[in-house]
T-cell receptor
Framework: GDSVTQMEGPVTLSEEAFLTINCTYT??????LFWYVQYPGEGLQLLLK?????DKGSNKGFEATYRKETTSFHLEKGSVQVSDSAVYFC????????????FGTGTSLTVIP | GAVVSQHPSWVICKSGTSVKIECRSL??????MFWYRQFPKQSLMLMAT?????????EQGVEKDKFLINHASLTLSTLTVTSAHPEDSSFYIC???????????FGPGTRLLVL
């Protein structure tokens, strides 16, 4: 079945450090891939997405590239800020399962000044 | 665009009472809405998929008689937790999907505490 495996946290970085959060997936079809961010006490906000292989999603300095050959969608940011502290969820939507979402377990990021 | 609201944002109730949570798509029509439950420091667990004008589809292990879902319009879905008990305390999040699209847009969540 479909699944998303996400790098376990928590991750603690200093401000301006480089961020990578790994995400790999298993899917029966050709999924769309997403990164969502959840700030404390809030719902999920769409950060970026990619709908086909080799697509790069980007937003607010974050990037992720849909790699079909490695079934990965790693999240990166060149220079993190304190305001990036949140929980990040990788997710896929598979048309073979009615576009149901499958979420990773989430990775907590704390950025210290 | 694609804003989803939830009401209330938090609720405290006594054991045995029922609680209704509303999920609204504010600036788009959503044929399909989803209800999730999130435990502390965990991922989201899909409870049910709600399609406008039809019965909700519940995930395995979710009691349909306990978690009543109604999706009466293209902009509103409600989740009613009936005869709530302390173990129902959780963070409930809804999402909505534009007709014909894949991306889900999430509400801010409702925190339920049952005493």
């Amino acid at each position: 079945g479909d699944s998303v495996t996400q790098m376990e946290g928590p991750v603690t970085l200093s401000e301006e450090a480089f961020l990578t959060i790994n995400c790999t997936y298993t899917a029966t079809g050709y999924p769309s891939l997403f990164w969502y961010v959840q700030y404390p006490g809030e719902g999920l906000q769409l950060l970026l997405k990619a709908t086909k292989a080799d697509d790069k999603g980007s937003n607010k300095g974050f990037e992720a590239t849909y790699r079909k050959e490695t079934t990965s969608f790693h999240l990166e940011k060149g220079s993190v800020q304190v305001s990036d502290s949140a929980v990040y969820f990788c997710a896929l939507s598979d048309p073979n399962t009615g576009n149901q979402f499958y979420f990773g377990t989430g990775t907590s990021l704390t950025v210290i000044p | 665009g694609a804003v989803v609201s939830q009401h209330p944002s938090w609720v405290i109730c006594k054991s045995g009472t029922s609680v209704k949570i509303e999920c609204r798509s504010l600036d788009f029509q959503a044929t399909t809405m989803f209800w999730y439950r999130q435990f502390p420091k965990q991922s989201l667990m899909l409870m049910a998929t709600s399609n406008e004008g039809s019965k909700a589809t519940y995930e395995q292990g979710v009691e349909k008689d306990k978690f009543l879902i109604n999706h009466a319009s293209l902009t509103l879905s409600t989740l009613t937790v009936t005869s709530a008990h302390p173990e129902d305390s959780s963070f409930y999040i809804c999402s909505a999907r534009l007709t014909g699209r894949v991306t889900q847009y999430f509400g801010p969540g409702t925190r339920l505490l049952v005493l």
